[in-house]
């Protein structure tokens, strides 16, 4: 590289030697430690007399400053250029820039414009400038290297890696930390528009807490945003889309590995359609962890681009187990809902899914069972009406503030002790809220009726009510019969039977045992109030009698007519034979039949491994080792020890029996899940594998019905655009809050799936990794091929 001189002509290339560094520039790299040493010790520099040269800058003659020496002490000029050049980087630029490449003036050439030089060394040293900064700690620790005042040069870089690494790694920590607490919290993170972080009337609530975390002391995001350049702040779009879809891939990852621990898991599968009206499937697995613990766990979200097909549905699920590095051949159940797409018996996923791995037994969600159980009831022509009418009273009062203010004053005038003050809305789905609905009308069915009234008469209040409003409160009042009130009052009673068993299915921890047994509770209830529905229903029609007489109806009944369809009409002597007839009884056989036809004892063959339920098996003696035979029999390739299953049982037999003889039948399990809690998994080795089987096998899939619920509060109205590793990555944090993360360990993962310009790992160690890997494939290749031609 040549150059020109400038300024004074008679300036010879003698003359400035040996020190100028503009003399030396080309020869910089075949300079030895020594030469350069002596060359940063002893550069140049002009003494007060000197006089600089003039140049022409447009219309003004202008020359290097004096000053600027004082301001920048790495900044050296050459006499024989008329430039300056940064010290430390001329020599140490490509040792310690990764874009060293790209720097020029001050490095490659000298600086020669003065009218905006102050400027240029300004931006040149205020700390964005990396290579700069490794260069003057390069430069220093060689002159110290030199004196032998430190270790050699190769192992300071080493050092200065290193501490640049973890100073990065802590900058995106702050910012990591700030993302968790927004997905965990449910903090949308985007605002209007993210491109100018410091209008905070554009400020979405990341940028706001990053900023609050710099308010509260964090010095070192603070630096970051104060000196990093425009494009590597790293809290663009981008950047929350990659850290939100690392963390999702760490949750994903540790709850692969515990059931990966676990071996066996099932399926649990639910569809629903989200804010921007696309059908997403929540999938979650339930397994037994390391702790001998049932558990349920979501695991994603799934669009279904290409449809809703049991077919479809069937690829959808095999990739999401895939994905998570899990075998179907470990899959021992599935449990979706009713529908066609799901469990029909050819072309539903359960069907195709068991046809290639006929161990993983579909169940029908017990929930949805009992929910169908009592829709089905409630088809009744008397029980339907009720239902409308207590769905519009719900909505007529809480759909209008005026109108709600108004039943809240008649609540606190005429029940001062009730804790309620509004009907619940009822879900036409979710029969649990039906129940609790009925529940709050008949408890505060006066006010209600007397606001109806006032509503109506347009009275009370400031008498203001508009036409519509009298119109449907006279219809609401018109349908508060009698007969509505022993309606409601007669089937709020049979549907109360049925509410501890639908919030119990509805739990994680639920086994097969506990399900079978809360459900014959169920039925010998049903079957006890139908042994003796005189006195049963006696008592509750005289409770609607005195609920009907607080509000001024009288006891009635309809009229018997000839020909009737559209209401009950078998004649009766008296009203309370006339609802027990019509009402009661074939409300209560309706339930009965239907909770004994979808709830019938199941026909897999893994059910006869119940019998290994230490109470189960103390009542069936007789039989037990039978079925439990039966059920290896089925799941034999999953024993561990086929050869050592006899004497196991006859050990397992003894072991309850004598601790059942010794006073202590109180702490014999009764379930699954007691049964695994105290089981020895060493000596009883194959005993624990069938618990641990038929804990495995699902009985509801409520936890995809609250994560549904989740979707429904991450993606709403102004958040409906979002892609589907966002919306997984924001799910998993908050379903999963109580989860330990380890920022170490996702600032890792971050690397490896993210490479970016900031360095956060030792790239050094990582190629050294890389190419013992290939290395190593190598020589596997080669003794394989060797093998091969022998």
Known sequence: MAFITRGDPTCRKEDCFPFDLGVLFTDLKEFSNQRKYDVITNVWKPDGDFIFPQSKEGRRKRRFSPGWLKSFSWLVYSKYLDGAFCLPCAFFAK?????????????????????????????????????????????????????????????????????????????????????????????????RRDDDPTNESLQGNFQALLYFRIDSGDEVLQNHLENSSRNATYISKTIQN????????????????????????SILADEAADMSNKENMSIALRFVDRNKKIREEFVG????????????????????????????????GQCYDGAGNMAGRLNGASSLIANEHEKAIYVHCMSHRINLCVADSCSLQLVKNMMTTVRKLSEFFNNSPKRQQH??????????????????????????????????????????ASALGDISMNRGGDENWNIDSRNDAQSLLNAITFQFIVA????????????????????????????????????????????????????????????????????????????????????????????RINLTTPFLDHCSQHIERRFQDEVYSCYKGLYITPSVMLDNLASWKDNVRQFCDYYRRDIPN????????????????????GGVAADIPDRISEALAVVDQQAFCNIYTILQLLATVPISSAT???????????????????????????????????????????????????PRRMQMADICKATHKYYCTLYYIGLLYSLFNSHIIV
């Open 704 to 754: 995809c019905e609250r994560s549904i619920s989740t979707l429904r509060y991450i993606k709403t109205y102004l958040r409906n655009s979002m892609t589907p590793d966002r919306l997984n990555g924001l799910a998993l944090m908050y379903v999963h809050r109580d989860k330990h993360i380890d920022l170490d360990q996702v600032i890792e993962l971050f690397v490896q799936m993210h």
């Open 642 to 661: 086929v050869g050592g299953l006899e004497a196991e049982l006859v050990m397992w037999e003894r072991l309850w029996r004598d601790r059942q003889n």
């Open 407 to 448: 039943l809240v004053e008649k609540i606190k005038e005429q029940l001062p002790d009730n804790n309620h003050r509004v009907l619940i809305n009822v879900c036409r789905t979710r029969w649990v809220a039906r129940i609790d609905g009925m529940d709050r009308i008949v408890e505060m069915l006066l006010p209600v």
């Open 242 to 265: 990659e850290l939100i879809t690392t963390v999702g891939k760490y949750i994903r990852g540790g709850l692969s590995r515990e059931i990966r621990e676990s071996k066996y898991f």
């Open 95 to 191: 040792e310690c820039g990764r874009n060293s490449n790209k720097l020029d003036k001050l490095v490659k050439s000298p600086l020669t414009f003065w009218t905006t030089a102050f400027q240029r060394l300004t931006s040149h040293s205020n700390g964005k400038c990396q290579t700069h900064n490794f260069s003057v700690v390069a430069m220093n620790n060689f002159i110290r290297s030199m004196r032998q005042e430190v270790v050699p040069i190769d192992q300071q870089l080493n050092t200065l890696r290193q501490q640049q690494i973890a100073k990065n790694r802590e900058i995106i920590s702050s910012i990591l930390k700030t993302i968790i607490f927004c997905g965990r919290n449910n903090i949308p993170l985007r605002g």
């Open 488 to 579: 409601i009052v007669v089937v709020r009673h049979i549907l109360d039977l049925t509410r501890p068993l639908t919030l119990k299915l509805q739990r994680k921890e639920i086994d097969l045992v506990k399900a079978k047994e809360e459900i014959s509770l169920l039925k010998n209830a049903l079957a006890d109030m139908r042994r003796d529905i005189d006195a049963r229903h006696h008592i509750l029609y005289d409770e609607a009698v005195t609920l009907a007489a607080s509000i001024g109806v009288q006891p009635s009944m309809p009229r018997v007519v000839q020909r009737q369809v559209h209401r009950a009409n078998v004649p009766a002597p008296t009203p309370e034979s006339h609802y």
């Open 301 to 332: 979200f799934h669009l279904c681009e290409e449809g809703t097909s049991g077919r479809a549905i069937k690829e959808k699920t095999v990739n999401a187990v895939t994905d998570l590095v899990l075998s179907m051949d470990d899959c021992r």
